[in-house]
T-cell receptor, first 116, second 109 residues
């Protein structure tokens, strides 16, 4: 089983709809992140959370919201989807206590979201 | 702000060495990373280097770090078709990781 699981893997929806992308992890990591990936732009950070009570905006948080329901779950919502939010979305986790391994981030397989 | 730059494409012949280059701006970065993304998958950590190191070797992979020029490179020896992917350079910065735009490596026979 994957350590970082994203659902759904693919979603097509219409402009104006509310959408929720979910992420769950079995790694026991305290930190979780949401990124979007667009061709030629790499990964851009949307929101991140260092524990259940902590939510922080990334560089492109407008139009998005998040909820950290438990240490293992971090969901991303688009309140009213628009076409330029069409992208590949990734959830990632890291362990703040894992200084020995460089605190790398571990990624899910992504959600491909298309807004028509 | 922090920025990580890398070229978008690289094409190499199978069996040759691939060298992917990256420049970064945050001189206080503690770690620098290389991630690999295969089609339909997320990013997989390939290797990383601590900022006080100049070089790290791991089987076919060699990472070189020039802190003075803020330049990082990834060398893949004996490049195989399975190495076709997008490679992302990233730096740690203020408890976050900043990613480059990725270099698409293609292998020709």
């Amino acid at each position: 089983d994957a350590d970082v699981t994203q659902t759904p893997r693919n979603r097509i929806t219409k402009t104006g709809k509310r959408i929720m992308l979910e992420c769950s992890q079995t790694k026991g990591h305290d930190r979780m992140y949401w990124y979007r990936q667009d061709p030629g732009l790499g990964l851009r950070l949307i929101y991140y959370s260092f524990d259940v009570k902590d939510i922080n905006k990334g560089e492109i948080s407008d139009g998005y919201s998040v909820s950290r329901q438990a240490q293992a779950k971090f969901s991303l919502s688009l309140e009213s989807a628009i076409p330029n939010q069409t992208a590949l979305y990734f959830c990632a986790t890291s362990d703040s206590h894992g200084t020995g391994d460089g605190q790398p981030q571990h990624f899910g397989d992504g959600t491909r979201l298309s807004i028509l | 702000g922090e920025d990580v730059e890398q070229s978008l494409f690289l094409s190499v012949r199978e069996g040759d060495s691939s060298v992917i280059n990256c420049t970064y701006t945050d001189s206080s970065s503690t770690y620098l990373y290389w991630y690999k993304q295969e089609p339909g998958a997320g990013l997989q950590l390939l290797t990383y280097i601590f900022s006080n190191m100049d070089m790290k070797q791991d089987q076919r992979l060699t990472v070189l770090l020039n802190k003075k020029d803020k330049h990082l490179s990834l060398r893949i020896a004996d490049t195989q078709t399975g190495d076709s992917a997008i490679y992302f350079c990233a730096e740690s910065s203020a408890s976050k990781i900043i990613f480059g735009s990725g270099t698409r490596l293609s292998i020709r026979p």
